[in-house]
Nanobody
Framework: QIQLMESGGGSVNSGGSLKLTCEVS????????MAWFRQTPGKDREGVAA???????TYTDSVDGRFTISQDNDRNTLYLQMNNLKPEDTAMYYC??????????????????????WGQGTQVTVSS
């Protein structure tokens, strides 16, 4: 019923930009909290950016000032604009959503457990 689908990943050079998109379908809940995560092999999935039901946004320190999370007015399309990309940004990026607000800040190592709905991921590769 609920589906999240990421797109927009690819390969870019250091300093380049990408814009990720997450399409949300089947969402019938009154509230919506969404976020972007990323994961590299052998490491835990880490929070990147989050947007709350009221539209407030937060970022992990490593991307603050470079990434921007946003959504369309209908809230069924989520974006992550990534500028000034660095090789360390290379990861599989995931869209996540939940009914209730997150309990942990986006940089908390357990923040991924606040989200129950996930997309399949889109790969971002940044070359030096």
């Amino acid at each position: 019923q609920i589906q999240l689908m990421e797109s927009g990943g690819g390969s870019v050079n250091s300093g380049g930009s990408l814009k990720l998109t997450c399409e949300v379908s089947g969402w019938s809940f009154r509230t919506r909290y969404m976020a972007w995560f990323r994961q590299t092999p052998g490491k835990d999935r880490e929070g990147v950016a989050a947007i709350d039901n009221d539209g407030s946004v937060t970022y992990t320190d490593s991307v603050d000032g470079r990434f921007t999370i946003s959504q369309d007015n209908d809230r069924n399309t989520l974006y992550l604009q990534m500028n000034n990309l660095k090789p360390e940004d290379t990861a599989m990026y995931y869209c996540a959503a939940d009914i209730v607000g997150h309990n942990y800040k986006i940089n908390h190592p357990s923040v991924r457990y606040d989200y129950n709905y996930w997309g399949q991921g889109t790969q971002v590769t940044v070359s030096s």
